[in-house]
């Protein structure tokens, strides 16, 4: 709590399902002020309807505006940064737009942290950055290398990233695509049977985030340990507890393949095998030194609990069955 209390901290993209999270948890750690950076007018709105705090400061900008960046950033101490283009698919038709955002944008914010002297920097990453194959992947990638690699150098900013799985029942992702779905008729879209995502609630995402925050040193990557599941079985799960809900029978649904869109991977990947040599495991995280500085540091002389050298991929994670999917969607009022 310390960390944050009678702080000033900015929040980019700080109106989407990831950023307005870390909003309403950092108001119970006793902030000064929060402040909301996010392009969406629409977006502060219905942040303030949700959330109505006299300590939230609504600003509308873009982190490519490095000016904007500037002028939200002035005083701050702390920053979260949840501003993306996040959506392969369309970042794979708009790659100028994508590197504009989340390689350009973040290079500004890094800048004006370093120009600004704040305190702490959190990027929000994905797992879609490791071996991309997709534009969006590959714009992370270089979020992720832009904000680690700011602490070589002289300045005492604390720099940091956080890695994703999919985040449950967040906007864009499978599970309100799979609800409406199951409302609307008796057909399910999968894009490929073998499909298997790392998964994470979004409270336990949020409070990696906050933890990172209060652990990193400077150029650290923090994974939360995570469960993988196929993403036929939940999708077969939540037609058999909503359809019925629904007054339809679970048989009577079709489930149509319809293949991977482009730049989608069958499984995704949170941490390469090279990656691992610079990882170390620290109760439920995974901290994923960085390798310039762990080789010409002090850091990879003293790496306890080494993890083993090893890709950290959902197709070779234990996956959890139906029953264990059904249990997690009902235990976060998912279903």
């Keep these: 709590m310390e960390l944050f209390k009678e702080k000033t901290i900015l929040v980019t993209g700080g109106c989407g399902s990831i950023g307005s999270e870390i909003v309403k948890q950092l108001l119970e750690y006793g902030p000064s002020s929060i402040r909301v950076l996010d392009n969406s007018e629409e977006g502060h709105f219905k942040l303030k309807q949700k959330i109505n705090d006299s300590r939230i400061r609504h600003l509308i900008g873009d982190i490519r505006d490095r000016e904007r960046a500037v002028r939200a950033m002035e005083g701050a101490d702390i920053v979260f940064h949840a501003a993306a283009l996040k959506h392969v698919n369309l970042c794979e038709y708009n790659p100028f737009e994508a590197v504009s955002t989340n390689v350009i944008g973040t290079k500004n914010l890094v800048d004006v942290a370093i120009q600004e002297k704040v305190d702490c920097f959190i990027g929000i990453s ?71 995502r790392f998964f994470m609630d979004l409270p336990d995402a949020i409070n990696l985030v906050l933890k990172a925050a209060t652990q990193v040193k400077g150029g650290e990557t923090f994974v939360l340990k995570m469960q993988a599941i196929k993403i036929q079985d939940l999708a077969e799960v939540l037609v058999e507890e909503l359809a019925p809900k629904y007054g339809k029978d679970p048989k009577d649904f079709k489930y149509k393949i319809i293949g991977a869109r482009p730049g989608e991977k069958i499984d995704e990947c949170l941490l390469t095998k090279e990656e691992s040599d610079y990882t170390v495991a620290i109760d439920d995280m995974l901290i994923l030194r960085n390798s310039l500085l762990a080789k010409y540091g002090s850091d990879i002389k003293n790496m306890n609990n080494k993890i083993n050298h090893a890709e950290y991929n959902s197709s070779n994670v234990k996956l959890l069955n139906k029953e264990g999917i059904r249990n997690i969607l009902y235990e976060k009022n998912l279903i």
């Excluded at 990233?161 to 999919?166: A, D, E, L, P, S």
């Excluded at 309100?176 to 399910?188: A, H, Y």
């Design 126 to 196: 994905t797992d879609k950055a490791v071996s991309p194959i997709n534009t969006m992947g590959a714009t992370k990638l270089l979020s992720e290398k832009i904000i680690t690699n700011a602490p070589i150098g002289k300045n005492h900013v604390r720099f940091g990233c956080v890695r994703f799985g999919n985040v449950l029942n967040s906007s864009g992702s499978v599970i309100p695509i799979f609800k409406k779905q199951i409302q609307d008729g008796n057909e399910i879209t999968i894009t490929d049977e073998k499909m298997t």
